[in-house]
């Protein structure tokens, strides 16, 4: 099979997951999986879904970057180097020839590609490798995994994995937005931004604070040059979108 037969849904496959991936149960995974987001373990989480699935690596890519060609779109990843550059320019091209709909459409649903012949794999993995897609907020990600050339995944436990990878992936934004907004703003520029948010003047603001308009307006200033904001508007969408307020 070459590469122009990617992108076909195979059959429901039957077959449970590996055996040693369900040493733990799914309630442990997901306390597991919580543990270490929050200690930004991001690359530890996604091997536990990889072993708990059966597969033997993990890539995860921000589809929205793939534009872009190169690597910038893989957010992490253990597959080798050689295939993630060489595979880089075909993944490209196929989400570049799926049209809007068919992304949509194919959310949770497990997609089985095959790789080049000239792509050099870790011996004993499969020249097939699964790709399932998810949705965090409106961040299109993509899971792909190599698994054993003997193993047959499950396709109910893939679509579980990718609800867990969004659960994961959505707790590394939080965290990550959370030491953005701690690094880069302080927090009298946050508490501006909060009564800015809330409709209050300058003038109101220096009241509420105990400190003068002008430094007010000061705070506000150095706020929508960290934030590449213009107006005060767009400094209050971009509090919102990254959850500063």
């Not at 597991?32 to 536990?48: H, M």
């Not at 012949?117 to 961040?139: K, Q």
């Not at 703003?185 to 308009?213: N, P």
């Amino acid at each position: 099979m070459d590469i122009s037969q990617a992108g076909v849904v195979w059959p429901l496959q039957t077959a449970a997951p590996h055996k040693s991936g369900r040493e733990i149960s799914r309630e442990q995974l997901i306390r597991r999986l919580a543990e270490t987001a929050e200690r930004g373990g991001f690359a530890n989480a996604l091997a536990a879904l990889t072993d708990y699935v059966g597969a033997t690596h993990y890539l995860l890519a921000r589809h929205e970057l793939s534009q872009d060609g190169g690597l910038d779109s893989v957010v992490c990843s253990d597959w080798p180097f050689d295939v993630v550059r060489r595979l880089a320019g075909i993944v490209v091209d196929l989400n570049a020839k799926t049209t809007e709909l068919e992304k949509c459409l194919a959310v949770l649903q497990p997609c089985f590609h095959t790789m080049p012949d000239d792509i050099d794999l870790p011996r004993g993995v499969s020249r097939e490798y699964c790709a399932v897609v998810f949705n965090v907020g409106r961040t299109r990600f993509s899971l792909m995994l190599l698994f054993p050339a003997d193993v047959i995944l499950s396709q109910a436990g893939l679509r579980d994995i990718a609800l867990l990878a969004a659960y994961v992936a959505s707790l590394k934004t939080s965290v990550d937005a959370r030491h953005e907004r701690e690094c880069d703003l302080t927090e009298r520029e946050i508490e501006c931004l909060f009564w800015i948010a809330e409709g209050k003047t300058s003038e109101e603001i220096a009241v509420i604070l105990g400190i003068s308009r002008n430094t007010i307006n000061n705070y506000i200033t150095s706020v929508m040059r960290k934030t590449a904001t213009r107006t005060r508007s767009e400094a209050i969408a971009h509090a919102v979108r990254n959850n500063l307020v």
